[in-house]
């Protein structure tokens, strides 16, 4: 799988999925050319695949080709630089005893009453507060990280090679999908109405930063 440069100017604006240890221009290693990737067809959200009655609804219905599992930042890093995958490990588990795929989708982003996606040492001064609020003009309200702000850039694609790295040889890693990137709710001061090329340049950068991570 190769990502283009041209790719890189559109991705703020749709979700992506990109396969964990893959790089542009790189050559495919020996134990990851074994691996079958992207198994076409329909995949059902839950919050575990070890959950109570999935193994017997997907035994149910052998169309379905694997599972779809949330992840928050949160979880995946309860500690700066202390990373928590037995949830993850659990699911795939899970997902391999029933012949199924997991996708693994990464959450950055909090809405409404929704229980926090990001971690709280994220809120540290080191990282600026970390996270703004924001409320939609339709009165909906949520956070983000402060994906300009360069630590707090820096610790999530930190997270994103890290997660990578961890599933990378994991057939039964589907592939791992990345939070949307909003480039009016994660970058508050860029106006789509009249954008400074100030502006246009740190969202254009941060989210290059996160790509080249997650395409590495």
Request: proline share 6%; net charge neutral; glycine share 6%.
């Amino acid at each position: 799988l190769a990502v283009s440069a041209s790719a890189l100017k559109w991705v703020c604006a749709v979700t992506f999925a990109l396969m964990p240890g893959l790089s542009e221009g790189a050559a495919v290693s020996p134990v990851l050319s074994e691996i079958t990737r992207f198994h076409t067809g329909s995949y059902l959200m839950v919050p575990s695949a070890c959950g109570a009655g999935v193994a017997t609804y997907m035994s149910k219905n052998s169309a379905l080709r694997g599972v779809v599992v949330d992840y928050p930042w949160a979880e995946l890093e309860p500690v700066d630089n202390q990373f928590d995958f037995s949830r993850l490990d659990a699911d795939a588990a899970c997902a391999k005893q029933l012949g199924k795929q997991l996708v693994v989708r990464l959450l950055h982003r909090t809405t409404g009453n929704m229980a926090p996606k990001l971690p709280s040492w994220l809120a540290s001064p080191i990282y600026g507060g970390g996270k703004y609020h924001y409320t939609l003009p339709n009165g909906h309200t949520g956070s983000s990280p402060q994906l300009w702000h360069l630590p707090v850039n820096k610790q999530m694609t930190d997270l994103i090679k890290k997660v990578g790295d961890h599933v990378q040889k994991m057939g039964e890693i589907e592939m791992v999908v990345l939070d949307y990137i909003n480039p009016v709710l994660d970058f508050p001061s860029l106006s789509l109405q009249s954008p400074t090329s100030v502006d246009l340049s740190m969202f254009t950068t941060a989210v290059e930063r996160i790509m080249k991570a997650a395409s590495r």
